[in-house]
């Protein structure tokens, strides 16, 4: 059974980075067939895909054209997780943030995942 | 990029109801549609994929319809865990997007 476990900070300031983690087990990061993404969710956003990391005998990133400046994707091999980086973080930004995996572009596995605040 | 857009936004509806939600593209995205439900507190959780495949473990009074631009989600016997809301999902090209969600509530 394939389980996505985020973590990470609740709560970051204006103009700093957003930083989460998310933890696969029984799959791997690795993996030939699936793409590890970063979802958000909020009220006046609704649901918004920010990008993925997948390997196909190297590593690919796609990103979102609204947070392709400030946002990076990583892979981590030796841990079998990946990360999301999100620079120069507004108050917009405030969201419950998800990791999914995907095989054909519908995400079959979630994370729990973790509700951002963007507040000084 | 490719707009979604459910209707109705929200429906009541009594246990055993039949339920249908639509889901209309900006574009053709020929049967590159899915739909998940979200409880409360909870991620998403995929339905139907390829607009009407059933996804493993969910229950068969769920079903989807359509190609094109215009779908259907089916809750043929709704019943009291199926109060949540639904959101569709393009799969057809990056960005994937999502529709504003339907928020199924009790009558």
């Known amino acids: 059974q394939i389980q996505l476990q985020q973590s990470g900070p609740e709560l970051v300031k204006p103009s700093q980075t957003l930083s989460l983690t998310c933890a696969i087990s029984?799959?791997?990061?690795?993996?030939?067939?699936?793409?590890w993404n970063w979802i958000r969710q909020s009220p006046s956003r609704g649901l918004e895909w920010l990008g993925r990391t997948y390997y196909r005998s190297k590593w690919y990133n796609d990103y979102a054209v609204s947070v392709t400046s400030r946002i990076t994707i990583n892979p981590d091999t030796s841990k079998n997780q990946f990360s999301l980086q999100l620079n120069s973080v507004t108050p917009e930004d405030t969201a419950v943030y998800y990791c999914?995996?995907?095989?054909?572009?519908?995400?079959?596995?979630w994370g729990q995942g973790t509700t951002v605040t963007v507040s000084s | 990029d490719i707009q979604m857009t459910q209707s109705p936004s929200s429906l009541s509806a009594s246990v055993g109801d039949r339920v249908t939600i639509t889901c209309r593209a900006s574009q053709s995205i020929s049967s590159y549609l899915n739909w998940y439900q979200q409880k409360p507190g909870k991620a998403p959780k995929l339905l139907i994929y390829s607009a009407s495949s059933l996804q493993s473990g969910v229950p068969s009074r769920f079903s989807g319809s359509g190609s094109g631009t215009d779908f259907t989600l089916t809750i043929s016997s709704l019943q009291p865990e199926d109060f949540a809301t639904y959101y569709c999902q393009q799969s057809y090209s990056t960005p994937p997007s999502f529709g504003g969600g339907t928020k199924v509530e009790i009558k």
């Open positions: 029984g799959d791997s990061v690795s993996s030939n067939s699936a793409a």
């Open positions: 999914a995996r995907d095989q054909r572009w519908y995400f079959e596995v």
